[in-house]
């Protein structure tokens, strides 16, 4: 099971990429949202009761879905409301029933942001679309929150989709590695991570099918090569 965890600001394109990705991959979508206005009905925004039925609405969400062994794609905007530790919680949650949290970032300059903000698109989920109620809260530190986990893929979302795709999934690091060959085991101690490699491959990443790890045998990981 793989938890894809799209996480970014307001207005970037989380939604977007992930209804792309869901298209793509057959996974189910858990749209932060319909979380955030269930328990928006009963609670005021950043209460204590919301924050904590929030949290648990999301976590059980993710233990269910990783015993079924359900893959999803989630969107998350990080901000100050989020109980800290969350993030170690969703990763213990998922792992503990032996499924995966991929991390995607996506990132988008605070002048694009601005410009998308009152988006009509934006309406259909009760959206923040105040450009001046976003800035205030922006300089106030609500949006505010701890670095994620590096991700294994970062997105900048103010170019067009197919550039923004190709021009980042396409990067190769100065060991001549991609985000596929990353995931599967560029070197000898790595744990290799088949479904996180396909994942990336078939959003473009280039792939060399090399698996340097122990646990891999003449460049094929023990359970299985990646779905080319």
Same mark, same amino acid.
């Given at each position: 099971?793989?938890?894809?965890?799209?996480?970014?600001?307001?207005?970037?394109?989380?939604?977007?990429?992930a209804?792309?990705?869901?298209?793509?991959?057959?996974?189910?979508?858990?749209?932060?949202h319909?979380?955030?206005?269930?328990?928006?009905?009963?609670?005021?925004?950043?209460?204590?009761?919301?924050?904590?039925?929030?949290?648990?609405?999301?976590?059980? +969400? @993710?233990?269910?879905? *990783?015993?079924?062994?359900?893959? $999803?794609?989630?969107?998350?905007?990080?901000?100050? &409301?989020?109980? #800290?530790?969350?993030?170690?919680?969703?990763?213990?949650?998922?792992?503990?029933?032996?499924?995966?949290?991929?991390?995607?970032?996506?990132?988008?300059?605070?002048?694009?942001?601005?410009?998308?903000?009152?988006?009509?698109?934006?309406?259909?989920?009760?959206?923040?679309?105040?450009?001046?109620?976003?800035?205030?809260?922006?300089?106030?530190? +609500? @949006?505010?929150?701890? *670095?994620?986990?590096?991700?294994? $893929?970062?997105?900048?979302t103010?170019?067009?989709? &197919?550039?923004? #795709?190709?021009?980042?999934?396409?990067?190769?690091?100065?060991?001549?590695?991609s985000?596929?060959?990353?995931?599967?085991?560029?070197?000898?101690?790595?744990?290799?991570?088949?479904?996180?490699?396909?994942?990336?491959?078939?959003?473009?990443?280039?792939?060399?099918?090399?698996?340097?790890?122990?646990?891999?045998?003449?460049?094929?990981?023990?359970?299985?090569?990646?779905?080319?």
């Amino acid at each position: 099971m793989q938890l894809v965890f799209i996480h970014g600001p307001a207005a970037c394109g989380k939604l977007t990429v992930a209804n792309e990705l869901v298209a793509m991959s057959g996974m189910r979508l858990f749209h932060n949202h319909l979380t955030v206005d269930l328990v928006r009905a009963l609670f005021d925004f950043g209460s204590e009761p919301f924050v904590r039925l929030r949290e648990s609405i999301w976590l059980e +969400a @993710f233990r269910e879905a *990783a015993e079924l062994g359900q893959s $999803l794609v989630f969107t998350f905007h990080p901000e100050a &409301s989020v109980r #800290s530790g969350f993030l170690e919680r969703v990763i213990s949650t998922v792992s503990s029933h032996c499924g995966e949290v991929v991390f995607i970032e996506l990132t988008c300059p605070e002048s694009e942001i601005e410009r998308r903000i009152s988006s009509e698109s934006r309406a259909n989920y009760g959206k923040l679309r105040s450009l001046s109620e976003y800035v205030t809260l922006r300089d106030s530190g +609500a @949006f505010s929150y701890p *670095a994620l986990p590096a991700p294994a $893929l970062r997105l900048d979302t103010s170019t067009p989709c &197919s550039a923004a #795709s190709r021009g980042s999934v396409d990067i190769v690091n100065d060991d001549g590695n991609s985000a596929a060959d990353m995931a599967y085991g560029p070197s000898r101690f790595f744990i290799p991570k088949p479904e996180t490699a396909d994942l990336l491959v078939k959003l473009g990443s280039p792939f060399q099918d090399n698996c340097r790890s122990d646990q891999c045998v003449d460049g094929k990981f023990l359970s299985g090569p990646v779905a080319k």
